[in-house]
């Protein structure tokens, strides 16, 4: 764990958008466990992970507000006296855009001006760090890839994703809402949804080992990710909050050491005792939006920030397997 934000959220408030789901209630349990006043806004968005329970050591210790990004009257009062505003709230379902596709552009990229609209006219001195996604790369010619790598989304939520942060940025340079972009990938770990594999193949695998599943494998399982646990993730976004030199840039937050499927699943039925492989080859549908290797160049952000991702991958599943075998009812 990073120990440059120790201290940079001690009595600080903080807004956090979507901070029911995965990423945004671990958050939010590591800022108020820090001494920060953490407000948390969500929508409660069908399918999308949101789960009052994710909070429950610290139900007592923060306020809930069941509200969308897109309402301009909540966001206004929601983010007056904040010191750090971290921006989760999105529509992530892939399958969903081919149905909605509205929704990606009305949540993600409108959703994200009415609160930074909020900012510059209701606390403009607030800090925002958004969470976009490696996505926004599309598929590369080359590994690892970096921040100035060019941007090529290939869906409309990648491409929504993209956009939001680049609002961010606008905000930034041109009405002094301090902002930075953070490009997570393919994180996992404790209290991410499990009922479906829409958002994040690694969770799933575990969910299928704790069930004693198959875990289907396409293809080789040699394709290369950069799985990052959730602890990791979250101690990256403290850690660049809590930096002035971050604002106004964009980071990758993933694991320059990356893994493959194979391996991945290997390791996570091995810490599961439980579970099996199952290789098939590809559908033409798959093979047509596998983008092929991936992991993320993080010198810029371990350079500017000091951070590094600490947890090996078999202590991560570990971790997230005792989590959800102790909480399963709450999450299958």
């Known amino acids: 764990m990073t120990k440059r934000h120790n201290g940079a959220f001690e009595g600080s408030s903080v807004l956090i958008t979507g ?3 995965f990423i945004g209630s671990n958050l939010a349990i590591r800022l108020v466990e820090l001494g920060a006043e953490v407000t948390i806004v969500d929508n409660m968005l069908p399918e999308h992970g949101g789960n009052e329970f994710n909070i429950e050591q610290v139900i007592d210790r923060a306020e809930v507000d069941i509200s969308d990004i897109r309402d301009a009257e909540s966001m206004n009062y929601r983010v007056q006296g904040k010191d750090f505003v971290f921006h989760l709230a999105g529509q992530n379902d892939h399958i969903r855009n081919f149905t909605d596709p509205y929704l990606d552009v009305d949540i993600n990229v409108r959703g994200t001006v009415v609160l930074l609209e909020a900012c510059r ?3 403009p001195d607030a800090r925002v760090i958004y969470t976009g996604t490696r ?3 599309g598929a590369v010619e080359k590994v690892p890839v970096a921040e100035d790598t060019r941007t090529n989304p290939k869906g409309l939520y990648e491409l929504t994703s993209l956009t939001a942060g680049r609002a961010c940025a606008i905000y930034h340079e041109n009405h002094g809402v301090r902002s930075m972009t953070l490009r997570l990938t393919n994180v996992y770990g404790e209290r991410s949804q499990m009922r479906h594999a829409r958002f994040g193949v690694a ?3 575990i969910r299928l080992a ?3 599943e198959p875990i289907k ?3 080789t399982g040699t394709i290369k990710r950069d799985f990052l646990y959730i602890d990791d993730c979250v101690d990256a976004m403290l850690a660049a909050a809590a930096t002035d030199e971050a604002y106004g840039e964009v980071f990758n937050v993933g694991n320059d050491t990356p893994s493959n499927f194979l391996e991945f699943a290997n390791v996570t039925i091995d810490v599961a005792g439980s579970g099996s492989l199952e290789m098939v080859e590809f559908t033409p549908e798959r093979a047509a939006q596998e ?3 991936y992991y993320s160049d993080i010198s810029k952000i371990s350079r500017t920030v000091g951070w590094r991702p600490q947890t090996s991958l ?6 997230t397997i005792e989590f959800y075998r102790a909480n399963k009812r709450h999450y299958w």
């Open 217 to 219: 494998i396409f293809g």
């Open 314 to 319: 078999t202590d991560g599943i570990q971790r």
């Open 121 to 123: 006219h209701h606390n």
């Open 203 to 205: 969770n799933w695998f």
């Open 19 to 21: 901070g029911l789901g």
């Open 135 to 137: 996505g926004e790369y």
């Open 291 to 293: 983008p092929g290797d």
């Open 210 to 212: 704790i069930d004693d």
